[in-house]
């Protein structure tokens, strides 16, 4: 299998259902091929040649007050499916978002539990401090 059919490959199998998710663009003559991904947030761009392979990311809008769009360098280095792992993990990770823990689930934070059970600024989870509150 050449290069660029093991690329387009590797872009196939992330495909589900036949919906075009990601755009190609093959440069014969500078023997590169690119393709584009996008999420709800991101845009990712992909490049590979017969010896390198590698990814970026560019956020799809500007934050507020900012009039460019943040990106980052993802995983790049030689053609090949070390690299192509190394790439999906970094755009796993990137994608991943943090749990914010609901009020109900903070481990209490106060050290002498005198706060009234009215204030809404107590974080303590009630029912597992240890002096009962």
């Known amino acids: 299998m050449t290069w660029n059919e093991q690329f387009t490959a590797w872009l196939k199998s992330l495909v589900r259902f036949s919906v075009r998710v990601i755009i190609f663009d093959f440069d014969e003559?500078?023997?590169r091929f690119?393709?584009?991904m996008f999420t709800p947030t991101h845009e990712y761009g992909l490049s590979a040649t017969s010896t390198y392979l590698g990814c970026v990311v560019s956020e799809r809008t500007p934050r507020p007050g900012e009039s460019w769009t943040r990106g980052n360098d993802l995983a790049d280095g030689p053609f090949g499916e070390e690299t192509w792992l190394r790439i999906l993990t970094d755009i796993v990770?990137?994608?991943?978002?943090?749990?914010?823990e609901s009020r109900d689930e903070v481990e209490c934070s106060h050290v002498d539990h005198d706060c009234p059970a009215e204030d809404p600024q107590c974080m303590c989870k009630r029912y597992e401090c240890e002096d009962g509150l």
């Open 29 to 31: 003559t500078a023997g």
């Open 93 to 100: 990770a990137y994608e991943l978002q943090p749990i914010v």
């Open 34 to 36: 690119s393709a584009r």
